[in-house]
Structure formats: C-alpha cells, structure tokens
C-alpha cells in the first residue's frame, strides 16, 4: 500500500497545512518558487513541505505580528484597557484560562508550536466581546482566518463542557430559599423563584427551513427578510441565569419555546410546587408562572400588582440587555452555523454569569437596549386555580400597601 505524505499527517498538522496556503503572500509574484531577499527580517519565514511525490518544497509563509494580542497579554497592559477588548478583567481571565487549560492545551506537532491556551482563550473571548469579522481577529492576534474560527468554536465548546456546568445550575434548596427571599424584598411578591426573558438572536437565512427561523415582526421593522434564534433564560436577584434554553427558531413564540424546555419539565417533575416564575405578557398564566393582567380597566390591585411584578420582569430584562451589551457577537447577524449556534450563545451565557459572579463592572457606552417584541398571549386555557392564585398575591399586595 502507498501512502503519500498527507495522509501520516494528524489533524492538527492538516490544519496547519491549509493556514500555510492561507497565509502565502503571493502578490507581485509569478509563482510560490520566487524568493525575498534574505536581508528581509521579520517579515516572514520558510516553511518545508513534501508532496505526494516526496519531493521537498519549500513556501514563503507571511508571518504575523501578534503584537495587538502580545501587549494586551503583559503587565504593560492596563486593567482598564484589557477590560475594554475582553469585557472582563484580567484576574477574571486568568481564571477562565486555568479551569479550561486542561481541555483547550493542544500538543506541539512536527510542523508548528501550539497556540497557547492563554491566546486561544483569548481569541475566543475577543471575538464573543466585539463581534468582529474574522479578519480583524485574525489581524490583532496574528493568526489564519479559519485558524481563529477554529479556536473560536473549540474554546466555546471547551466553555460548554467545563464551565456551563458549574456556572448554570439549578438552584439547590437553600440558594432556592435565598432566591425567594430576595425577590420577595424587592417585590412583596412571595415564592417566585426567578425571571424569565426570551430574547432573539439575528442570523443569516438557513439554507432549509427558512419559514422556521423567518421572524415577522424583525421584518416588519427593519423593512427587509428577517430571521433569528433564541435564547430564553431564567434569572436570579443578581441576573445571572439558572436555566437557559438555547436554538429555537424566531418564529417560535415565547410559549412554544416554554412548553419545550427543560424547565417546563421541571414543572412536571414536580421541581417547581410552590413556587413562582414571573415572566412577561407573553408568556401563558400557569400554576407556576405569574404574568401580568393585560385586560383594559385594571382594578387598583390588579394595577399594584404589575407594578410589583414589573420590578422583577425589570431584572431578567436588564440581564440580557447586559448580555447582548457584553458579548457584542448577539447583537448582529451572527455568523455561526445553525449546528455551531447553541454552542456559541451558551458559552456568551456561562461568561455572563462568570463576570455577574465577579462583579464585573461594564462600561455605559456597552448599554444594549433590547427590541425583541412581546406578545400577549390568549387568555383562553387558563386554569381557573391560576386565576385565583394572582387575584389573591394581588389583593394581598393592596392590602399591605394600605396597611403601611
């Protein structure tokens, strides 16, 4: 059997073989054979190769500065400056760099040094923050366009593998007690046990099932084809997320999305008794949800009620407005595979709730003012035991307002 000398290569190696092509500076030249000078420092380097016939080549390969990233990675760097490119501080990454070193390390292969965890990381991170074309990443940290899409989509799924499940979890019994407590001091609202927000992501028009994904009121207000994915998230006091459900289609209303969740199987499993969501108009008045009355004519306690209630929709809406403020990715057309999507919007959750954890302070001028449209659901279908559930909360929340 004959092998040429491609196929003793490792995938990485492979890689690396395409980012040579990628990378060859061939304007102004005939052909790969021409040379530069040898006087010619630091602009590029040879790499040896051999094809099928083994016969050795070699290539001109451009080399790239990674003096962007190399400066953002030394003390020289202030805090506040690497703040403003990554959305975190440093001692933050640092810490998202060793929980994930062990999985995102790759192995020096006969061809190349490995990217170091710390840039790959940071690469990720970088185009998550700013949502930059793929060139200009490939610009500032001196690496291949498809080699940066690699990264991107590796760490992304090291982020989901790792960290998801220690920064997303559902509340045990006394963080649950906590919860509740809280939102009851915001609120006078008693046992609600998070905010619930469904946002819409913009991505380009899949090849199939376009109608899926076609979002009708985005089309309506930007005058042209629209079409999206979601991303519906539970929160806590502090606004970070307890429960996601991530990829649904635009066209999928805000209960569509709910009843196919893990967290409307949580409900069946019993895992919310007593206690309630609060979401928005669009979400279904159930036996653990509370939405707010939408009839006209409001009574002064129907009235005192959404007061209270919108304090606490307010909370999950300010956290995906500093999601999509943070992670600048979300707040464009995002260029990801429809396969690769719940990959990259979970790991902008799991790095929301790590800078949430950290306290970390984002700048005004990131204020991200959300748009998504809220629908009112249709009241028919409600159970009466809901109905009487809210009037209670309501006429209680009257009453002790009367009372102070």
Known sequence: MEFNSSSLLNQEENSYLYSLFEGLDTAGESSVNKRRKPDEENRGGEAVVEDGGGQRRR???????????????????????????????????????????????????????????????????????????????????????????????????????????????????????????????????????????????????PRTNQETYYNRKHTERNQKPSYSTTVQGLVDPRGMFTDICIGYPGSFSNEQILENSALSQRSKLGMLENTWVVGNSGYPLKDWMLVPYTHQNLTWSQHTFNQRLGEIEMI??????????????????????????????????????????????????????????????????????????????????????NEK
């Not at 760097?77 to 790759?106: G, Q, Y």
């Not at 959300?370 to 009241?379: I, N």
Request: net charge negative; proline share 3%; charged share 25%.
């Open 316 to 401: 999950a809406k300010e956290a995906f407005m500093r999601l999509k403020g943070r992670w600048g990715c979300l707040q464009k057309r995002i260029e990801v595979k429809l396969q690769e999507l719940p990959m990259v919007l979970g790991a902008c959750c799991v790095l929301h709730n790590i800078c949430e954890m950290n306290n970390e302070e984002m700048d005004v001028d990131l204020r991200f003012d959300l748009y998504d449209d809220e629908m009112e659901m249709d009241s028919s279908g409600i159970s009466v035991h809901a109905l009487q559930a809210r009037d209670i909360i309501s006429y209680s929340l009257l009453h002790c307002n």
């Open 59 to 205: 290539l001109w390969v451009k080399e790239r500065s990674k003096g962007w990233w190399e400066y953002h990675d030394s003390d020289e760097c202030p805090d506040d400056e690497f703040r403003k490119a990554f959305r975190m501080s440093k001692t933050t990454f640092n810490m998202i760099c060793d929980e994930l070193e062990s999985v995102v390390t790759k192995k020096n292969t006969v061809l190349r040094m490995a990217i170091p965890v710390r840039q790959r990381v940071a690469v990720c991170i970088y185009r998550l923050a700013t949502g930059d074309p793929l060139k200009t990443v490939s610009t500032l940290f001196g690496l291949g366009t498809s080699t940066c899409h690699k990264v991107v989509l590796e760490v992304c799924a090291a982020i989901g593998a790792i960290l998801m499940p220690k920064y997303i979890q559902w509340p045990d019994q006394e963080r649950l007690q906590e919860i509740k407590t809280t939102f009851g001091s915001i609120s006078g609202i008693p046992n609600v046990n998070g905010a619930i927000y469904t946002t819409h992501i913009s991505i380009i028009a």
